[in-house]
């Protein structure tokens, strides 16, 4: 039977039912361009109002963690053009939109290298998370240039910096350690990771920190995503029965 509006809205579903920490991969703005006939630009175009639109999804079902998967290190294996019209996409955004976000609260943070997009786009990121540290209403983290495994890495290698210094004994390190030592050490875990595009993989997104995470994949296209398609997400993940490894009692 097809779900009505009022089916999704947050106000139908159970309090303190929802995911906490949902982090999207967001997928599939040059198929829909393919599709259509038009520059693959005009796709990652309509994928940054689809980010709005989950933003807003997002604080409307009380969230807490909002994390995107903006550009991953393999993205750099793209055409420089390509490259070149996300990452001006991307200083748009922040420029114009970031007075939005910070009146509504939402805490902004970058994970992985955005350093590799320069110093100027690099300087602008850490002024917004700066500016937006109090808020407390949605931390929207958004990783750039971010692969999992390299993250991974690079906790292990805080952590054998510090046995290599004497100020810690790798019998103490354990999972927390670990967990602490990766970029998102201060968030919780995600609950749900949504995919769109109708792919079904991680790909190289937040692999330790979603050991436990429901995933949900959905066949719409990332540009035409929207609060409905958000609210679905919400709706298969309360389907779920969460058991960690155990068994229901």
């Known amino acids: 039977m097809a779900r009505t509006l009022s089916d999704l809205h947050p106000s139908s579903f159970p309090a303190g039912s929802l995911p906490r920490h949902v982090a999207v991969i967001m997928d599939g703005n040059g198929r829909w361009a393919r599709s259509r006939g038009v520059p693959v630009v005009q796709g990652h175009r309509e994928g940054g109002e689809a980010v709005q639109r989950c933003v807003r999804a997002a604080m409307e079902h009380g969230v807490d963690y909002l994390t995107l998967y903006a550009f991953s290190s393999e993205n750099w294996r793209r055409s420089g053009e390509e490259i070149s019209d996300l990452t001006g996409l991307m200083q748009f955004y922040l420029r ?3 007075r939005e976000l910070d009146s509504q609260g939402v805490r902004l943070r970058i994970i992985g290298e955005p350093e590799r997009f320069g110093e100027s786009f690099c300087r602008e990121l850490h002024r917004a ?3 937006t540290r109090s808020n407390t209403r949605l931390t929207l983290s958004l990783a750039l240039s971010y692969g999992s495994r390299a993250e991974i890495a690079g906790g292990v290698r805080h952590l054998a910096e ?25 968030m919780p875990d995600p609950d749900l990771v949504v995919r769109t595009s109708g792919e079904s993989r991680l790909s190289n997104f937040l692999l330790w920190q979603s050991a436990y995470a429901e995933l949900v994949f959905l066949d719409v296209l990332w540009p035409d995503f929207g609060e ?5 997400a919400m709706r298969r993940y309360m389907r779920r029965q969460r058991r960690f490894g155990g068994r229901p009692e």
Do not use: C, W, Y
């Open 96 to 98: 114009h939109r970031f």
């Open 129 to 131: 998370e700066e500016q």
């Open 162 to 186: 510090r046995v290599r210094a004497g100020t810690l004994n790798p019998q103490d390190i354990d999972e927390d350690m670990l967990s602490a030592a990766l970029q998102t050490g201060d």
């Open 228 to 232: 409905k398609d958000f609210a679905e």
